[in-house]
């Protein structure tokens, strides 16, 4: 069993910048594949980024490329999307999810824990 909890959302101007953090329980983060998802109201949960097991491979929604980056640090449990040049649009509910596997996943069904979500607002 894994827990998800995730910070650093928040209210930030067009253009600006967030990082978000999600701790994971457990002896064997090192061996989920990890996930960023978010919905807007009204929208359905889309895929943000993913990472594999180690971190040295990773892929991302193409409205996010260039702008937003995962990472990992398995020493810590924990994993990252630092997101900059932020746009309204953004604006949505992130969630954090972990992948009973080693490879990285786009798709919501690949993934067997989720977090609670933190808020990120961009205003324009």
């Known amino acids: 069993q894994v827990q998800l909890v995730e910070s650093g959302g928040g209210l930030v101007q067009a253009g600006g910048s967030l990082r978000l953090s999600c701790a994971a329980s457990?002896?064997?983060?090192?061996?989920?594949?990890m996930g960023w998802f978010r919905q807007a109201p009204g929208k359905e949960r889309e895929f943000v980024a993913t990472?594999?097991?180690?971190?040295?491979?990773?892929s991302y929604a193409d409205f996010v490329k260039g702008r937003f980056t995962i990472s990992r640090d398995n020493a810590k449990n924990t994993v990252y999307l630092q997101m900059n040049n932020l746009k309204p649009e953004d604006t949505a509910v992130y969630y954090c999810?972990?992948?009973?596997?080693?490879?990285?996943?786009?798709?919501?069904?690949?993934?067997?824990?989720w977090g609670q979500g933190t808020q990120v607002t961009v205003s324009s």
């Open positions: 457990g002896r064997t983060f090192r061996n989920y594949a």
């Open positions: 990472i594999n097991y180690s971190g040295g491979s990773t």
């Open positions: 999810a972990a992948a009973n596997r080693f490879y990285r996943g786009s798709y919501r069904d690949e993934y067997n824990y």
